[in-house]
């Protein structure tokens, strides 16, 4: 994976806030797959347990950015979605990318 950085941007406001500075080459992926780990807690609300491994992670896993904590304004009305992706090499031919957007709105 030559995954260099990712982010979600709702409106104005980016997710994650910082630059993940990956470097998967490099083993340098720690924020990331934090990020997957802390799902569990924000989600099922339990002690994170992760299924997989770091190198089960990297090949197999999908990217989880937690935009659980975000101002009220995106609550009440249209919201502009855009996923950045910027990579050290081109992604493969016939790469597809899906994403899930889950919402609670307490």
């Known amino acids: 994976m030559a995954l260099s950085e990712i982010n979600l941007h709702l409106n104005s406001q980016c997710n ?3 630059n993940l500075n990956l470097d998967i080459s490099n083993n340098q992926f720690a924020l990331l797959y934090d990020m ?3 799902f569990q ?3 099922y609300e339990k002690e ?3 299924l997989l491994s770091k190198t089960k992670f990297l090949n197999d896993a ?12 995106l609550k009440i009305g249209p919201v ?5 992706f910027e990579s ?17 709105v307490w």
């Open 88 to 104: 050290y090499a081109n992604f493969p031919a016939e790469t597809t990318a899906y994403s899930l957007f889950y919402m609670i």
């Open 41 to 43: 807690t924000v989600y």
């Open 16 to 18: 994650p806030y910082g």
């Open 80 to 84: 502009d979605v855009r996923l950045y």
């Open 62 to 73: 999908p990217l989880v950015i937690d935009c659980s904590k975000q101002s009220e304004i």
């Open 48 to 50: 994170t347990e992760p």
């Open 36 to 38: 997957y780990c802390r």
